[in-house]
């Protein structure tokens, strides 16, 4: 007798395709994990593929401003880093009697 077809939902082969791409896993081995069937899997990564273009890694102008503004971000959140690090050190010099 037949096996009665799964439905999985979007939430579900969204983070199976997500794992696939960003882990760079093969996707037999992410199917045996996620308990489904490696065909079933790989027509998801590829339908992906397809509704994110044809992949070839260009920036839309959305995106190249949105990391811009992350990049901006990055250097000032490191600089207070770099801040806090050298307050603390000169905190610490003070509490040691240096």
Do not use: H
């Not at 397809?50 to 990055?74: Q, S």
């Amino acid at each position: 007798m037949g096996e009665t077809r799964r439905k999985f939902d979007a939430d579900f082969k969204e983070g199976a395709v997500r794992l696939v791409q960003e882990t760079g896993k093969p996707i037999a081995q992410v199917a045996r994990e996620f308990g489904v069937n490696e065909g079933t899997l790989g027509s998801w990564v590829t339908v992906d593929r397809r509704r994110r273009g044809a992949g070839d890694g260009a920036l839309d102008a959305d995106e190249r401003a949105e990391l811009a503004r992350l990049r901006r971000k990055c250097a000032e959140l490191e600089m207070r880093c770099d801040v806090l690090k050298r307050s603390v050190a000169l905190w610490v010099g003070e509490a040691m009697g240096r």
